[in-house]
């Protein structure tokens, strides 16, 4: 279990793992009474300049957007993604993207969230409920998308490129969207992609870890 634990944190690398140490004592040790967000504040600012900034046609895009990729049609794509892993075999994959997925949301909605409960941005485009700190949806594009292409790329290496391209544009384009529609504040869409980056580093290092031994202990049979 240790040897375990050691090859886990030495595939996930020092850079990541202090990234992701400096994010959960940020975590632990912030006041949650300094989101509060006047309006003056820079956060506050640069979503209102963003939101002037987008023409009307492209505003009406962005909002079917961010509709697109609430948890309901997200899911179905999840689905899709996991019966694609189960219809040829890739269980440990399955397993991978399954946890990190279900991880993200209880990280996520079920711990940051009611921690900091921070409001969310006054004249919000769509009827939302629920605190804004850090963002689920940055957090949870983060992880399965580049998740899903990181697993499936491994078998399909001639779309590593187009898998990358594409989710890394439709990733920006959902955070845009969910400032335009005053959603989230910018930190929250920051801190979001920080979190979904660092569960992503450790969910893809125990992968790492997983395939690594059984490897091994395939070879040792034979």
Same mark, same amino acid.
């Given at each position: 279990?240790i040897?375990?634990?050691?090859?886990w944190?030495?595939?996930?690398g020092?850079?990541r793992?202090?990234?992701?140490?400096?994010?959960i004592?940020l975590?632990?040790?912030?006041?949650?009474?300094?989101?509060?967000?006047p309006?003056?504040?820079?956060?506050?600012?640069?979503?209102?300049?963003?939101?002037?900034?987008?023409?009307?046609?492209?505003g009406?895009l962005l909002?079917?957007?961010?509709q697109?990729?609430?948890v309901?049609?997200?899911?179905?794509?999840?689905?899709? !993604?996991?019966? +694609? &892993?189960a219809?040829?075999? $890739?269980w440990?994959?399955?397993?991978? #993207?399954?946890?990190g997925?279900?991880? @993200?949301l209880?990280?996520?909605?079920?711990i940051?969230?009611?921690?900091f409960?921070?409001?969310?941005?006054?004249?919000?485009?769509?009827?939302?409920?629920?605190?804004?700190?850090?963002?689920?949806?940055?957090?949870?594009?983060? !992880?399965?998308? +580049? &998740?899903?292409?990181?697993? $499936?790329?491994?078998?399909?290496?001639? #779309?590593?490129?187009?898998?990358?391209? @594409?989710s890394?544009?439709?990733?920006?384009?959902?955070?845009?969207?969910?400032?335009?529609?005053?959603?989230?504040?910018?930190?929250?869409?920051l801190?979001g992609?920080?979190?979904?980056?660092?569960?992503?580093?450790?969910?893809?290092?125990?992968f790492?870890?997983?395939e690594?031994?059984?490897?091994?202990?395939?070879?040792?049979i034979?």
């Amino acid at each position: 279990m240790i040897r375990a634990v050691r090859e886990w944190f030495k595939a996930l690398g020092r850079v990541r793992l202090a990234f992701a140490v400096s994010l959960i004592l940020l975590s632990i040790a912030a006041d949650p009474s300094f989101f509060s967000n006047p309006t003056d504040s820079f956060d506050s600012q640069l979503l209102d300049n963003l939101q002037q900034q987008i023409p009307a046609n492209f505003g009406s895009l962005l909002l079917i957007i961010y509709q697109l990729s609430g948890v309901q049609v997200t899911g179905v794509l999840v689905l899709a !993604v996991l019966c +694609f &892993m189960a219809l040829k075999r $890739l269980w440990p994959e399955l397993i991978c #993207l399954v946890i990190g997925s279900a991880g @993200i949301l209880v990280i996520v909605d079920g711990i940051l969230k009611p921690l900091f409960d921070r409001h969310r941005p006054h004249g919000k485009l769509l009827p939302l409920g629920g605190p804004s700190f850090p963002s689920g949806h940055a957090a949870g594009s983060v !992880v399965f998308y +580049f &998740m899903s292409c990181t697993l $499936l790329a491994a078998h399909y290496p001639q #779309l590593r490129r187009p898998l990358f391209v @594409i989710s890394s544009l439709w990733v920006a384009l959902v955070w845009i969207s969910t400032l335009y529609c005053r959603a989230h504040w910018p930190s929250d869409i920051l801190a979001g992609a920080a979190v979904g980056y660092a569960w992503l580093s450790f969910c893809l290092a125990g992968f790492t870890v997983w395939e690594r031994n059984k490897k091994v202990k395939s070879k040792t049979i034979h």
